[in-house]
């Protein structure tokens, strides 16, 4: 059940690459049919699921070049689901609404490159080999781009650089 | 990934599991629909009944899982190892699936001649037909260990375009043992497949319906992004060195170039 266990992931890692709801979900259906015509020809023990990203990835950028849109899917939080329970734990204030707004406004703001490292970590919780496989660079790199971007995101909201290192995976 | 520490870290993964973001789209159906198609065997496909495709059916098994099991167009599929080192031919039954474009040519970064031909253990050939002229460019894909040569010959008056390539001419030269798989065809309705004979040299000739082509490396790793459409094509061995012609020349024009290579 490969395509069922992974079309939610092919989808969102397309989808904020692709920056478009229709294009993410073209890109993640060829990059399915790629993987099965090379399936037979996968290396045997190799992950699966960096490998499908990696195709997928691939299409998303396709999509958005022959577009030839600027990416840039536009976050948007849900709106609040009502609790059931009254007294707001201090997780929940911590995580409130607003500081949430703010970040959501803020990497609106920011350049694609930023935005897809930190929606790859953060939204889809990829691990490292995913992320550099999706985003088509060597594992290496993956740490110091999030780095980059989470210091450029910080310094947008005003917080004080962290001591290097810090905003490491 | 253990959970961060940090504040804005913590937040960010909240923005996660907060964002508005469109329902994911059941993609199995749509790809069960591109690939389940109506059994039927290629006419040729009766010679290379031997060796049947137990790969790519475990493959379609394999992505689709127990709900498409009974995709009777790719379980049938019959595998055509036609000789040719480095070469595999794989006659998939029905029409071919929508969904692979074309796609850039994967050939490796361009040199000079005398660039490639210092490169590679073997000597480049070069077709020697009048009026084709010397190649218009040279690439040098190394990620095959005893590198990859393709000489490009731009479509103009001399050449048609071939429309899954942009270019009037490919050919690619490569040394593979007999049971190395790096260059991988998938053949569907429509493509003819035939023996022929280059000289003393084996070959075979595949035109009509374009087919789908991918590279690998030895060792089984797929280059993913190299799955394209391929049209009329030639593929033959001399020498210990295996040639590949794709063009959007006919049988008999692709056979006179191949047989002008020295």
């Not at chain 1, 999509?63 to 939080?77: K, P």
């Not at chain 1, 594992?139 to 909201?157: C, D, E, F, N």
């Not at chain 2, 490569?174 to 998938?186: G, I, Q, S």
């Not at chain 2, 429509?190 to 087919?211: F, N, Q």
Request: aromatic fraction near 6%.
């Amino acid at each position: 059940m490969l395509v069922r266990r992974y079309e939610g992931v092919a989808f969102r890692t397309a989808l904020f690459i692709a920056g478009d709801a229709a294009e993410a979900q073209d890109a993640a259906q060829s990059g399915f049919i790629k993987a099965y015509y090379a399936l037979a020809r996968f290396r045997r023990g190799a992950p699966f699921r960096p490998w499908l990203l990696k195709i997928v990835a691939n299409e998303a950028r396709n999509q958005r070049r022959a577009a030839g849109r600027r990416a840039g899917l536009e976050l948007r939080l849900a709106e609040d689901r009502p609790r059931d329970d009254a007294a707001p734990s201090p997780e929940a204030a911590v995580l409130g609404r607003e500081p949430l707004d703010e970040i959501v406004a803020t990497l609106n703001g920011m350049a694609d490159q930023d935005r897809e490292v930190i929606a790859l970590r953060y939204f889809l919780e990829l691990s490292e080999a995913e992320m550099a496989a999706a985003l088509g660079c060597a594992p290496g790199t993956v740490k110091s781009r999030l780095s980059r971007a989470l210091g450029r995101l910080r310094q947008r909201l005003g917080e004080p650089a962290r001591a290097a290192g810090a905003g490491d995976v | 990934m253990s959970r961060p520490d940090d504040l804005l870290e913590r937040r960010l993964e909240e923005v996660g599991r907060r964002l508005e973001l469109p329902p994911d789209p059941s993609l199995a159906s749509a790809i069960g629909a591109h690939l389940r198609r109506r059994p039927r065997r290629a006419p040729w496909s009766a010679l290379l009944r031997a060796p049947r495709s137990l790969a790519v059916a475990g493959a379609a098994l394999l992505l689709l899982g127990g709900g498409l099991v009974a995709l009777p167009g790719v379980r049938t599929a019959v595998a055509g190892w036609l000789g040719i080192p480095g070469v595999r031919i794989e006659a998939e039954p029905g029409r071919r699936p929508p969904g692979v474009a074309r796609a850039e040519l994967d050939i490796g970064r361009r040199v000079s001649l005398e660039e490639a031909a210092a490169a590679v253990p073997f000597e480049v050939l070069e077709p020697t037909l009048a009026g084709l002229g010397a190649p218009d460019s040279v690439f040098l894909d190394e990620r095959f260990e005893s590198g990859r040569v393709t000489l490009v010959y731009d479509a103009g008056a001399r050449l048609p375009r071939a429309a899954e390539t942009g270019v009037g001419l490919l050919l690619t030269e490569f040394e593979a043992t007999l049971d190395e798989d790096l260059v991988k065809k998938l053949t569907f309705e429509g493509t003819v497949v035939e023996p022929v004979a280059i000289g003393d040299d084996r070959g075979y000739w595949l035109g009509g319906e374009p087919h789908v082509i991918l590279y690998g490396r030895p060792g089984g790793e797929v280059l993913s992004d190299t799955v394209r459409l391929a049209g009329n094509t030639l593929v033959w061995q001399h020498d210990g060195l295996t040639l590949r012609l794709e063009s959007a020349l006919g049988k008999r024009q692709a056979l006179r170039v191949a047989r002008s290579v020295r």
